[in-house]
Nanobody, 125 residues
Framework: QVQLVESGGGLVQAGGSLRLSCAASGPGRTFSRYVMGWFRQAPGKEREFVAAVSWSGGKTYYVDSVKGRFTISRDNAKNTVYLQMNSLKPEDTAVYYC????????????????WGQGTQVTVSS
């Protein structure tokens, strides 16, 4: 079973920064073979895609609303994916989840099968 554990959430003022981390583990699973994504869900809203990084780390993808402010990266030696969030806005307030698919070498838009428990990000105005 794959485990994803997020950390780094918290309360920050608008314009501030946070760095989320997601540590992955799982028997027989080579982290560097799997795309990693970040999603978020605000109260009363559907979960939405935020960012993803390819299995190699060479390609990144973002929802338009965070482009230029958020940066996703991964450290395959540490089995960890990060989301650096700068210039935070109140509308970024949500629970942030990291996720990964079952299938190796998949594309970022494919199904994500494993999810973390989420970390709360609250941006005050």
């Amino acid at each position: 079973q794959v485990q994803l554990v997020e950390s780094g959430g918290g309360l920050v003022q608008a314009g501030g920064s946070l760095r989320l981390s997601c540590a992955a583990s799982g028997p027989g699973r080579t982290f560097s073979r799997y795309v990693m994504g970040w999603f978020r869900q605000a109260p009363g809203k559907e979960r939405e895609f935020v960012a993803a990084v390819s299995w190699s780390g060479g390609k990144t993808y973002y929802v338009d609303s965070v482009k230029g402010r958020f940066t996703i990266s991964r450290d395959n030696a540490k089995n960890t994916v990060y989301l650096q969030m700068n210039s935070l806005k109140p509308e970024d307030t949500a629970v942030y989840y990291c996720a990964t698919p079952k299938r190796p070498y998949s594309d970022y838009y494919e199904v994500y099968d494993y999810w973390g428990q989420g970390t709360q990000v609250t941006v005050s105005s």
